[in-house]
């Protein structure tokens, strides 16, 4: 994934003041058909991968305000925003959502969140925790547990059933955890791990959690969301829109197969 550079002409996007000694970031790309969920087309359509792609940006949304509210946390939250803040989907999104908006930096992956970690430890944020978009039934708690872990680790990780991480919290500066990691691979998180571990950076995980890259990572995922809804209402933890929209991607994937 790239992003655009900055340009010096580029408004400034809004920004909530920071109010607590944490941030919350959800580092997300606008619904934009051909451009997110690329990997899952074919058999989706990018319409369909770019509807689903919206739907976990708000659900994110959506279960960080929860797990604030549930536990209590004084925490800041944001988005960071590709291709840019000013993108009419961001906009409504922190008009909705009360968040403050941040630009993605940078021409690949771990250079725009290192970009976005050093903004807000700049603002005066002692922990921050930035969480993707493709874990749309992320347990509330794993959260809680990301800002408890960083009262004494310098860095927490969560990671993804692929190799990768889901979630990356961290209470200083680590550009070493950017440097050099072969993004896209399921040796990200080892090796980002041996780099903090040989710069000194202590840290800790929480639970690993399945995110949603490939054709069976998604049909795993309308497995979970099936199985969901037999849950009591107070105990799912996929959004109804979520569900609706799975449930209707499953169908079409087995009419496409038959």
Same mark, same amino acid.
């Given at each position: 994934m790239t992003a655009p550079r900055s340009s010096p002409h580029r408004p /400034?996007?809004?920004? &909530?003041?920071?109010? #607590?000694?944490?941030a919350l /970031?959800?580092?997300? @790309?606008?619904? /934009?058909?051909?451009?997110v969920k690329t !990997?899952?087309?074919?058999? $989706?359509?990018?319409?369909? #991968?770019? %509807? $689903?792609?919206? =739907?976990?940006? $708000?659900?994110?949304?959506?279960?960080? @305000? #929860?797990a604030i509210a549930k536990f209590k946390l004084s925490v800041d939250r944001y988005v960071a925003c590709s291709p840019s803040a000013t993108h009419e989907f961001f906009k409504i999104l922190s008009a909705r959502h009360g968040v403050g908006l941040l630009d993605q930096m940078g021409e690949d992956i771990g250079t725009r969140m290192h970009q976005v970690f050093i903004d807000l430890f700049s603002r005066g944020y002692k922990r921050i925790v930035l969480v993707g978009t493709d874990v749309p039934n992320l347990p509330l708690s794993h959260y809680r547990q990301a800002f408890e872990l960083l009262q004494q680790q310098d860095a927490v990780f969560g990671p993804a059933q692929d190799g990768g991480y889901y979630l990356l919290g961290l209470r200083k500066p680590a550009p070493e955890l950017f440097r050099d990691i072969p993004w896209s691979t399921n040796q990200v998180l080892a090796l980002t791990e041996q780099r903090a571990a040989e710069a000194g950076v202590t840290h800790a995980r929480v639970p690993v959690w399945r995110d /949603? *890259? &490939?054709?069976? *990572?998604?049909?795993?995922?309308? +497995? *979970?969301a099936s199985a969901d809804r037999k !849950?009591? @209402?107070?105990?799912?933890?996929?959004? =109804?829109r979520t569900a609706?929209?799975? *449930? $209707? %991607?499953?169908? !079409?994937?087995? +009419? !496409?197969q038959t």
């Open positions: /400034v996007p809004s920004v &909530t003041p920071p109010h #607590a000694a944490n /970031v959800v580092f997300a @790309k606008a619904p /934009v058909p051909g451009q !990997r899952l087309c074919p058999p $989706l359509t990018p319409d369909e #991968a770019a %509807t $689903l792609h919206g =739907s976990f940006v $708000l659900d994110q949304l959506e279960r960080t @305000k #929860a /949603v *890259d &490939t054709l069976d *990572d998604l049909k795993a995922l309308i +497995d *979970d !849950r009591p @209402k107070g105990e799912q933890l996929f959004s =109804s609706g929209a799975l *449930d $209707l %991607t499953g169908k !079409r994937l087995r +009419d !496409r």
